[in-house]
Each structure stands twice: as structure tokens, then as C-alpha cells.
């Protein structure tokens, strides 16, 4: 049973002027088997606290501890937290001009599993993935999202998520420019995902995608921290009457 501990994380951003404090404490744990929801209005941190914890060379863990299964994930490289166990879906996913879908992903399948699949399973298992996710098996031969729309991009996450399998998965703002049918896509492809195995931490604006995915967890993040937290009715609240009163309590 995996477990993601955050623990009074501080954390700053490299700016022109200098670094800028963004995470102000934040206390948060994922077990595996939990769906835990992060909801917030923009500029709270939200996505600073994804890349910190991914290892983001931007952003610095000023004091705090993050530990994964006890391991202190703070003293990993960026490819060892990956190997650990740790997946972020990003919100704003890179185009890698040059290198295949086909070969981006048979390459981290090997680095994350130890070896090499064998190609004969693993190329009946993406195509059954991608089927699952409605991505044509002509997006295997184009550049990793070159050109890709944004739904296709985080079609493209929600694959990797699948082949990969990680113990926990972050996703930042997965719902962001998706359309009611890729949304839809998308959720069917993180709920397949979801087990009693791996723990999930959803970052989002909206509600909208938590009517496809329930979390067991809901959090209120401003001013850099975990200001609330509560069951899906949370989520309902905030819909309802917005993170106002929220923010002027995290000011």
C-alpha cells in the first residue's frame, strides 16, 4: 500500500526578481486506493506544488519534507522519483519534435519497468490502451503532441498514465481545454486506472470533471497551503459559492 506524505512543504519560484515564495506549508497524504481532489482559484500554488514535488528545476523546496513509502522523494532526481513510482500529467503538456510516440513511450515503459517489454505483448498492449482512450494508432508514427490538439495532449498523458502504471499519480488541471466528449474520454481512462494498487491527487478549477470522477478527498488550496478539506460535498460548495470566503482566510 503506497503512500505520498507531504509534510510542511515550503517552496519558491525562480523569478526575474528573484525567488518567490509560493508554497506556505502544505500538509497533505495520498494512500493508495484514495482519489484525494485539489481545487483553488489561480495563482494559489496548485501547479507549484505538482512541479515541486515532480522536481521542477524552477521551483525549490525551501524546507519541508515529501516522502513516498517512507523514501524521501526530495533526494531523487527528477528520472529516480519517475522510477519510484511518481507520475505528474501535465497541464501543459511539451511538444518533442523528432521522437516518435511509439518509441517516447517503449522507451519509459523500459526505463520505469527495468527491461525492455517484449515487443510483441507491448505493442498489443498500446494499441489496446489507445483504443480505450479513442487515440487512431496513426498517432503511434507523429512527434510526441507536435501538433496535437489539447485534447489529444491529454489523451496523450492519460496513455502514459495507463502503460505506466505508477504507484501515485499527480494530474494538474487534466480537464483544462478538453470538450464534453474528451472529458469524458479522459475520465473513463483515469478511472480505469484508479485501484486499490495507486492513489490519485487531482488538481482542477472545476467541478466538472469530478461529476465523472468522485474523489474520496477534497482540498481547498489558497495562498499556498491547504485551507479545508472535506468529502465530495466540499467540491459542491465550492461550485456553488466559490473560494472567496477561502482566500481570505489563507490572507
Same mark, same amino acid.
Do not use: C
Given at each position: 500500500?503506497?503512500?505520498?506524505?507531504?509534510?510542511?512543504?515550503?517552496?519558491?519560484?525562480?523569478?526575474? $526578481? &528573484?525567488?518567490?515564495?509560493?508554497?506556505?506549508? +502544505? /500538509?497533505?497524504?495520498?494512500? %493508495? =486506493?484514495?482519489?484525494h481532489?485539489?481545487?483553488?482559484?489561480?495563482?494559489?500554488?496548485?501547479?507549484?506544488l505538482?512541479?515541486?514535488?515532480?522536481?521542477?528545476?524552477?521551483?525549490?523546496?525551501?524546507?519541508?519534507?515529501?516522502?513516498? $513509502? &517512507?523514501?524521501d522523494?526530495?533526494?531523487?532526481? +527528477? /528520472?529516480?522519483?519517475?522510477? %519510484? =513510482?511518481?507520475?505528474?500529467a501535465?497541464?501543459?503538456?511539451?511538444?518533442?519534435?523528432?521522437?516518435?510516440?511509439?518509441?517516447?513511450?517503449?522507451?519509459?515503459?523500459?526505463?520505469?519497468?527495468?527491461?525492455?517489454?517484449?515487443?510483441?505483448?507491448?505493442?498489443?498492449?498500446?494499441?489496446?490502451?489507445?483504443?480505450?482512450?479513442?487515440?487512431?494508432?496513426?498517432?503511434?508514427?507523429?512527434?510526441?503532441?507536435?501538433?496535437?490538439?489539447?485534447?489529444?495532449?491529454?489523451?496523450?498523458?492519460?496513455?502514459?498514465?495507463?502503460?505506466?502504471?505508477?504507484?501515485?499519480a499527480?494530474?494538474?488541471e487534466?480537464?483544462?481545454?478538453?470538450?464534453?466528449?474528451?472529458?469524458r474520454?479522459?475520465?473513463?481512462?483515469v478511472?480505469?486506472?484508479?485501484?486499490p494498487?495507486?492513489?490519485?491527487?487531482?488538481?482542477?478549477?472545476?467541478?466538472?470533471?469530478?461529476?465523472?470522477?468522485?474523489?474520496?478527498?477534497?482540498?481547498?488550496?489558497?495562498?499556498?497551503?491547504?485551507?479545508?478539506s472535506?468529502?465530495?460535498?466540499?467540491?459542491?460548495d465550492?461550485?456553488?459559492?466559490?473560494?472567496?470566503?477561502?482566500v481570505?482566510?489563507?490572507?
Amino acid at each position: 500500500m503506497s503512500t505520498l506524505e507531504i509534510k510542511d512543504l515550503h517552496a519558491s519560484v525562480s523569478t526575474d $526578481d &528573484g525567488p518567490k515564495p509560493i508554497l506556505r506549508g +502544505v /500538509d497533505l497524504t495520498v494512500k %493508495a =486506493g484514495e482519489t484525494h481532489a485539489i481545487m483553488g482559484p489561480n495563482g494559489s500554488g496548485k501547479s507549484t506544488l505538482a512541479y515541486a514535488i515532480a522536481g521542477h528545476p524552477k521551483y525549490e523546496i525551501t524546507s519541508g519534507q515529501v516522502l513516498l $513509502d &517512507g523514501e524521501d522523494v526530495l533526494e531523487m532526481t +527528477v /528520472d529516480e522519483r519517475a522510477r %519510484a =513510482g511518481l507520475f505528474l500529467a501535465m497541464q501543459y503538456p511539451v511538444e518533442v519534435p523528432g521522437v516518435s510516440m511509439a518509441n517516447f513511450l517503449r522507451s519509459a515503459a523500459t526505463a520505469i519497468r527495468g527491461e525492455a517489454p517484449k515487443l510483441r505483448t507491448w505493442v498489443k498492449e498500446v494499441k489496446g490502451a489507445m483504443a480505450d482512450l479513442e487515440i487512431s494508432e496513426e498517432f503511434a508514427d507523429r512527434s510526441v503532441n507536435e501538433g496535437f490538439s489539447g485534447g489529444e495532449k491529454k489523451r496523450h498523458e492519460v496513455l502514459q498514465l495507463a502503460l505506466l502504471n505508477p504507484k501515485i499519480a499527480i494530474l494538474d488541471e487534466t480537464d483544462s481545454g478538453l470538450d464534453v466528449d474528451a472529458l469524458r474520454v479522459v475520465s473513463e481512462g483515469v478511472n480505469r486506472y484508479r485501484s486499490p494498487e495507486n492513489g490519485v491527487l487531482l488538481i482542477t478549477h472545476y467541478t466538472r470533471i469530478l461529476q465523472h470522477i468522485t474523489p474520496d478527498f477534497v482540498h481547498v488550496f489558497a495562498g499556498g497551503r491547504v485551507v479545508e478539506s472535506g468529502g465530495p460535498e466540499l467540491a459542491d460548495d465550492l461550485e456553488k459559492n466559490g473560494y472567496e470566503r477561502f482566500v481570505k482566510v489563507a490572507s
